[in-house]
């Protein structure tokens, strides 16, 4: 699994729109909230299409 941090991930609405998005993309991901990050399952391409997703969702994930 490749952890995306994501710094501006502040509170459960922010995991739950992060969340929503990243099921909808059809990704395998587990969120940790507390750390401020996501795991995510899969290739290179599942972590480049996270990276997307937190991008048009306005966050700043960092790999």
Known sequence: M???????????????????????????????LGEKAVEIEGDEAAVESAMEELYDLGFTPEK
């Not at 952890?3 to 909808?24: F, G, H, N, Q, T």
Request: overall charge positive; some cysteine; glycine content about 4%.
């Open 2 to 32: 490749a952890k995306i941090k994501v710094p501006d991930m502040k509170c459960e609405k922010c995991s739950a729109r992060i969340s929503k998005a990243l099921e909808e993309a059809g990704l395998t991901f587990k969120m940790l």
